[in-house]
T-cell receptor, first 117, second 114 residues
Framework: GAVVSQHPSRVICKSGTSVKIECRSL??????MFWYRQFPKQSLMLMAT?????????EQGVEKDKFLINHASLTLSTLTVTSAHPEDSSFYIC?????????????FGPGTRLTVL | GENVEQHPSTLSVQEGDSAVIKCTYS??????FPWYKQELGKRPQLIID?????GEKKDQRIAVTLNKTAKHFSLHITETQPEDSAVYFC?????????????FGKGTHLIIQP
């Protein structure tokens, strides 16, 4: 149980285009999902918290108009990188919070490697 | 906001020896402390976690200790094996892993020497 998937796993795009990344909880419903970004050889940085049916909460320094998040259902959250530029190239990873035996745990998706040319 | 410091950044140990990675956190409201193992290009995998109502937790060769007063927690791996080689991240959260995201340490590259 507690499987999180992401699609696509890898994307290469031209500067100025928009890219959509999907995060799905496969065997559970997730009221809360999270989006992280990881640059090479660095740690994971929380970008935003995505709540089903409401607006996402963005961390300081993350542009909400550039990183659009939609959490339309209890199993799907999407991150759209708008007008992507080379500095947006990174590993984007989502996680979903699941309640098991009365406690919450976050499980991560496999990540999406974005390369902007 | 929360700040998590992790040491060392690189740790090389002989196979069979023990490895210890230490983290400190700044926000006394944090109450959930997971440890993740990440292999190159892969997702972080939860290996063990501890909540603020306990001081120690063990799962086979892996153990985590928490000192709330000093705001630090540590990962202990005994009888290390080559497959333990990876980057390990500690993290902290205020909501027990539920409503709030995780603040990660910078990671420790663990190298197991054969």
């Amino acid at each position: 149980g507690a499987v999180v998937s992401q699609h696509p796993s890898r994307v290469i795009c031209k500067s100025g285009t928009s890219v959509k990344i999907e995060c799905r909880s496969l065997d559970f419903q997730a009221t809360t999902m999270f989006w992280y970004r990881q640059f090479p050889k660095q740690s994971l940085m929380l970008m935003a918290t995505s709540n089903e049916g409401s607006k996402a909460t963005y961390e300081q320094g993350v542009e909400k108009d550039k990183f659009l998040i939609n959490h339309a259902s209890l199993t799907l959250s999407t991150l759209t990188v708008t007008s992507a530029h080379p500095e947006d190239s990174s590993f984007y990873i989502c996680s979903a919070s699941v309640r098991q035996r009365g406690t919450d745990t976050q499980y991560f998706g496999p990540g999406t490697r974005l390369t902007v040319l | 906001g929360e700040n998590v410091e992790q040491h060392p950044s690189t740790l090389s140990v002989q196979e069979g020896d023990s490895a210890v990675i230490k983290c400190t956190y700044s926000d006394s409201a944090s109450n959930y402390f997971p440890w993740y193992k990440q292999e190159l290009g892969k997702r972080p995998q939860l290996i063990i976690d501890i909540r603020s109502n306990v001081g120690e937790k063990k799962d086979q060769r892996i153990a985590v200790t928490l000192n709330k007063t000093a705001k630090h927690f540590s990962l202990h791996i005994t009888e290390t094996q080559p497959e333990d080689s990876a980057v390990y991240f500690c993290a902290a959260s205020k909501s027990g892993g539920g409503a709030d995201g995780l603040t990660f340490g910078k990671g420790t590259h663990l190298i197991i020497q054969p």
